[in-house]
Each structure stands twice: as structure tokens, then as C-alpha cells.
């Protein structure tokens, strides 16, 4: 079987992609004001949002289990950011909101990652940046479609 070549640029490319934003994310997002705060829950704070969402939602939008996400939303409960309301409708479920702290957070990060989109755009012009998004919302589904048929 013939090596694809590809396979190693690809690895490399998204170790440094990866790397390069997770530094992006330690000196530019700026949040020394909460310092608890942990950078790899910034995807499930990110999804809750200013409208709610319920953890269901919210783990299945992240392909992870209720429990993991239960487990991350406790975490940013306990440090002020996330509140959660039971359900009017179904009082089993409950539905997560921004506290106030967690809406100001909010808003600092999503100026800060429309900054870094612009400087995207500049760099590689517009159409090629939406392009690349595309992209890897294929790819993302490919591969989490992919883990559900393994897990099946």
C-alpha cells in the first residue's frame, strides 16, 4: 500500500493550527479577569450564548455526553458564569444562561475572535476565508459521523 504523503502535511498543519490558536487564546482573549476561567471549556461557554440552550442541546451541538457537558457547565457555574433555569414546560429539564458576568465574558471574546476572523479575511481575502470555513464544517461532520458509526 502506497504512504499518502498528504496525511503527514495534514497532521502537521492541524498540530499547528491547533497549537498556534491555543496560544492565540492564552495571550489575546485576555481573560485575566476571571482566572479560574478554563480555555478548553471555551467551546461550551462559547454555545451556551446570550439566548440558553439546554445541556442536551449543548452536548449534542459538541458531540460529547450529557455527563461530560453536565460536568463542564458545574464548573463554570461555580465561578459565576453560567446559571441554569428549570424548564417551564418540562420540569426534568433545565436551560443554561450567561449570568451577567458570564454575558460581559461573552462579548470581550466574541469582539476579540471577530478581530482575529478580520485579520483572517485580510490575510487570505474573504472569500477564501469563508471557503476554509466550509471546510472544516465538512470535514468536522465527516469525522463526527464517522465516530458515530464506529460507536454503533
Not at 499547528?16 to 471549556?41: A, G, M, P, V, Y
Not at 453560567?82 to 449570568?99: F, I, P
Not at 478580520?118 to 465538512?138: F, H, R, S
Request: aromatic content about 6%; proline content about 1%.
Amino acid at each position: 500500500m502506497e504512504t499518502c504523503e498528504s496525511n503527514k502535511i495534514l497532521a502537521k498543519l492541524v498540530y499547528l493550527l491547533k497549537r498556534s490558536l491555543d496560544e492565540w487564546i492564552e495571550s489575546s482573549l485576555c481573560c485575566e479577569s476571571q482566572l479560574t476561567f478554563n480555555k478548553s471549556h471555551l467551546p461550551f461557554f462559547m454555545s451556551i450564548g446570550t439566548t440558553g440552550i439546554s445541556n442536551t442541546e449543548l452536548a449534542a451541538n459538541l458531540n460529547v455526553t450529557k455527563q461530560a457537558a453536565s460536568k463542564i457547565v458545574k464548573e463554570l457555574e461555580a465561578i459565576n458564569l453560567v446559571r441554569s433555569e428549570k424548564n417551564e414546560v418540562d420540569a426534568r429539564s433545565s436551560t443554561l444562561y450567561l449570568t451577567d458576568h458570564g454575558i460581559r465574558l461573552f462579548n470581550h471574546i466574541s469582539n476579540q475572535i471577530c478581530v482575529l476572523e478580520e485579520d483572517y479575511k485580510k490575510l487570505v481575502g474573504a472569500k477564501n476565508y469563508e471557503t476554509a470555513i466550509n471546510v472544516m464544517i465538512k470535514l468536522t461532520a465527516y469525522h463526527e459521523k464517522r465516530s458515530k458509526v464506529a460507536l454503533n
